[in-house]
């Protein structure tokens, strides 16, 4: 088992910053992925954000890319998802979430990750 909590998210002016963070425990290993995803207000599904694997390879969405940044610390404890230049269209729910032996070009899959966290709510005012 694997277990995740996010914090970080809150309330923010447009152009802000904010950086979440993932606690990752339990059963990993290097053969790990971890990825945020995000629910917007009214949307049905989860849509992928960015992504990163403990070997080697990250992944991260157009809508984000070059505004936001995946990292880890060296331990692999927690996950990073550092948001810079927030846009309304921000807003949402941002999920972590952790699946093993996922190839890059699976990535961005939402069916990949085994375990989620509860969220944290991230709010961009415009």
């Known amino acids: 088992q694997v277990q995740l909590v996010e914090s970080g998210g809150g309330l923010v002016q447009a152009g802000g910053s904010l950086r979440l963070s993932c606690a990752v425990s339990?059963?990993?290993?290097?053969?790990?992925?971890v990825a945020w995803f995000r629910q917007g207000p009214g949307k049905e599904r989860r849509e992928f954000v960015a992504?990163?694997?403990?070997?080697?390879?990250?992944a991260d969405d157009n809508s984000v890319k070059g505004r936001f940044t995946i990292s880890k610390d060296n331990a692999g404890n927690t996950v990073f998802l550092q948001m810079n230049s927030l846009e309304h269209e921000d807003t949402a729910v941002y999920y972590c979430?952790?699946?093993?032996?996922?190839?890059?070009?699976?990535?961005?899959?939402?069916?990949?990750?085994?375990?989620w966290g509860q969220g944290t709510q991230v709010t961009v005012s415009s």
């Open positions: 992504a990163l694997r403990y070997t080697s390879g990250f």
């Open positions: 339990g059963r990993t290993s290097r053969n790990y992925a």
């Open positions: 979430a952790a699946g093993q032996g996922i190839i890059l070009s699976s990535m961005r899959l939402r069916e990949q990750y085994d375990y």
